[in-house]
């Protein structure tokens, strides 16, 4: 019964998904030098805390900055070749920027770095709705995140080991990697082709995603999910460390156990709600858990608590982030779905610069248990969010 049922949650995807996900893996595995880059500015170049944070930050303005043109770019160029010239530039600047030793230049060299290497990322969500079909779209999206994820699981273990030798082989290894995935796509990717109904529609000013107001209001909903989100990624680990006075491993042990249920259970879970249930029900479910996961850390009264509440999270990034991915799409036309993917993206990478941000500026002056209620109540006007979107206009759109 249970081999059936993973059998039936992988079965029915395109081949092209199946190969797009192992681009995704490889490029994904080499991930090393963006989570060891605090630690390479301040321990091998010297750089103090501040001018770190520059850097770092300039990464993530350069990564919307990408996610935006590149969105346009998928819409011009189409989203096979931004794909790969994104990869194979990316993997060059990897390489450039490992040699780079001045302030100025890295600034300079990190910011072109996040435009190009980001760009890759609404073409490969405007890839996956070419590759896959409306009924199984959740679920190839799903894969796809799967694939991030092990690579991620990867990417960081050999990093560290890497980064213990030489710093320097870090930007190496992460270029190479980049380079091998854009001759990989190239080598075995089908090369994707406008539809019909992409050819004959022309676009048209009001067609643009930056006028579909009802979108942007939907990401600000999604922009509060990411940020509460993410505090799992950064306030969080610091919550064990200071109040639990967790050690590394265990702390790695419970941030591992995020990965593990994703790769374990998405795709089935996925499976099961796909064409059943609402988009927006779903994304409005996944934020009041995150919420919960949350609430239990202002109640909790021991270690496991702090595993249930991870569990809970990690449910909830479940059963929200595949639908989103898919509303967002439900949204665009064949013609601008790269805008539309663009606008979705760069809202997570709003978020991911500025969770750290608020998060560790309440902690200092507040303490943990502000920073929890906090997210509790941005997870709440999410949820409120999503379900005023669906009773407001779901009702006569399709269910994802």
């Known amino acids: 019964m249970i081999i059936q049922l993973y059998r039936s949650a992988y079965s029915g995807l395109s081949r092209s998904v199946w190969l797009l996900a192992a681009v995704m893996f490889i490029n994904r595995c080499g991930t090393m030098v963006i989570p060891f880059l605090g630690v390479y500015l301040t321990e091998s170049l010297h750089l103090s805390i501040d001018k770190s944070g520059v850097v770092m ?21 189409g989203a096979y070749n931004v794909m790969w010239m994104s990869l194979g ?17 890295l600034c300079l060299g990190t ?5 190009v290497a980001e760009a890759f990322r609404p073409a490969v969500t405007a890839s996956v709705a070419l590759y896959s079909r409306p009924e199984n779209r959740t679920r190839s999206y799903s894969l796809n995140r799967l694939a991030l994820n092990l690579g991620w699981s990867v990417g960081p273990a050999v990093g560290g080991w890497l980064a213990s030798v030489n710093y320097s082989l870090l930007f190496w290894v992460d270029g190479c990697t980049c380079i091998a995935a854009a001759i990989l796509l190239r080598l075995i990717l089908p090369k994707t082709s406008r539809s019909s109904e992409e050819v004959t529609e022309q676009s048209s000013p009001t067609d643009s ?3 579909d107001y009802k979108y942007l209001v939907f990401m600000i909903f999604v922009t509060l999910f990411a940020i509460s989100f993410f505090q799992l990624f950064s306030t969080v680990p610091l919550y064990y460390k200071q109040v639990y006075h967790l050690p590394e491993d265990q702390i790695g042990t419970l941030m591992a156990l995020n990965g593990i249920l994703i790769v374990c259970i998405e795709m089935v879970l996925v499976h099961k709600l796909e064409n059943r249930y609402p988009s927006l029900h779903l994304m409005a479910m996944g934020s009041i858990l995150v919420a919960c996961s949350y609430f239990i850390f202002n109640v909790t009264f021991g270690v496991w608590w702090l595993v249930i509440a991870m569990i809970t999270a990690t449910f909830a990034e479940m059963l929200a982030m595949p639908f989103m991915n898919t509303y967002a799409l439900q949204r665009a036309k064949p013609h601008n779905r790269g805008q539309y993917t663009a ?11 500025s969770a750290p941000l608020i998060g560790t500026q309440f902690i200092s002056r507040m303490g943990f248990t502000m920073v929890w209620w906090l997210m509790v109540t941005f997870c709440v006007m999410a949820a409120c969010g999503f379900w005023a979107i669906y009773y407001k206009t779901g009702r006569i759109e399709k269910l994802s």
């Not at 530039?89 to 230049?105: H, N, R, T």
């Open 209 to 211: 995603a930056y006028r």
């Open 89 to 105: 530039l990316g993997g060059l600047m990897f390489i450039v920027v490992g040699q780079l030793q001045s302030f100025e230049a």
């Open 111 to 115: 910011f072109v770095l996040g435009s």
């Open 343 to 353: 606008i979705y993206t760069a809202s997570w990478s709003i978020a991911q610069i």
């Open 57 to 77: 930050a300039l990464f993530g303005v350069g990564s919307i900055v990408g996610t935006l043109v590149g969105g346009r770019l998928t819409d011009r160029l």
